[in-house]
């Protein structure tokens, strides 16, 4: 079965950047959109960005103007800079996938921890 299989999280200073990625273990075809999820302790996932096939972006406004999201179509990968990053940042970070006609995100990986301290 594919899998989403994320790297590139760790521990960092406030203030300091860090570079997700996110990239299937097989083929996966129409792949539509690609995003980022979160999930801090105690609260629900949330969305931090997507990014449709055609390049659109979309954002968390906490996180606007820090991350920037973007996708290698070629490698069914997609990344996450994130910048300037914040105490408020720290969550278990998620990459999905979400095929063309599906309404939901339909491939998700197993999550990575993105620690910043103050």
């Known amino acids: 079965q594919v899998q989403l299989v994320e790297s590139g999280g760790g521990l960092v200073q406030a203030g300091g950047s860090l570079r997700l990625s996110c990239a299937s273990s097989?083929?996966?075809?129409?792949?539509?959109?690609m995003g980022w999820y979160r999930q801090a302790p105690g609260k629900q996932r949330e969305l931090v960005a997507t990014?449709?096939?055609?390049?659109?972006?979309n954002y968390k406004d906490s996180v606007k103007g820090r991350f920037t999201i973007s996708r290698d179509n070629t490698k069914n990968t997609v990344y996450l800079q994130m910048n300037s990053l914040k105490p408020e940042d720290t969550a278990v970070y998620y990459c999905?996938?979400?095929?063309?006609?599906?309404?939901?995100?339909?491939?998700w990986g197993q999550g990575t921890q993105v620690t910043v301290s103050s």
């Open positions: 990014i449709t096939s055609g390049g659109s972006t």
């Open positions: 097989g083929s996966i075809f129409n792949i539509n959109a």
């Open positions: 999905a996938f979400k095929r063309i006609g599906v309404r939901v995100y339909d491939y």
